[in-house]
């Protein structure tokens, strides 16, 4: 409502998402969605029921007439996926570790999805001192630097187009 705009993406809290969940984010009118994270390495993360991919450089797919599927970027290296699309993964990860994966995902897919939460940019936020140390460790590792890697990632990618998920589906799709 602040920005006045029609919010057409979803994202499943903790990639948590179902077929039955994405059902009723198109019903209720999401344009996409981007929640399906492949990695299983995760018990949060949810799984879908994916249908033969409709983009011709990158992974996008029709789930019904009503809503797309966009899911997170990740690098597959043999038979495993490893986590590659951003949030702590992005703020764990040396920046050269990262730039190489993507570029490995960019020569695979031609397309990598990144994802960034707000409150990663913002070292000053509110410690809640109560959680367990491994949760404490996920969310707040180095905050102080994920600006500036944030930064340099664009600018290390200055070759390459951005565009929002939105964008990309009117444009293509609708």
Request: proline share 5%; with cysteine.
């Amino acid at each position: 409502d602040l920005t006045g705009k029609q919010v057409l993406g979803y994202r499943a809290p903790s990639f948590s998402i179902t077929d039955n969940a994405l059902s009723l984010a198109g019903e209720v009118g999401y344009l996409y969605d981007s929640s399906f994270n492949s990695y299983e390495g995760n018990g949060r993360y949810g799984s879908l029921s994916l249908p033969q991919n409709t983009g011709q450089d990158a992974p996008i797919y029709s789930m019904n007439s009503l809503i797309y599927e966009i899911p997170v970027s990740n690098l597959r290296i043999g038979s495993k996926i490893i986590p590659w699309g951003g949030g702590g993964y992005f703020r764990l990860l040396p920046a050269f570790l990262h730039r190489f994966g993507v570029k490995q995902i960019l020569e695979q897919k031609k397309c990598y999805t990144f994802y960034m939460h707000p409150w990663e940019i913002d070292p000053e936020q509110p410690r809640v001192k109560e959680a367990k140390s491994f949760f404490r460790f996920r969310h707040y590792v180095n905050l102080h630097k994920t600006k500036r890697k944030l930064k340099c990632f664009i600018e290390s990618n200055s070759d390459n187009s951005f565009q929002k998920c939105g964008d990309f589906v009117e444009i293509n799709f609708c």
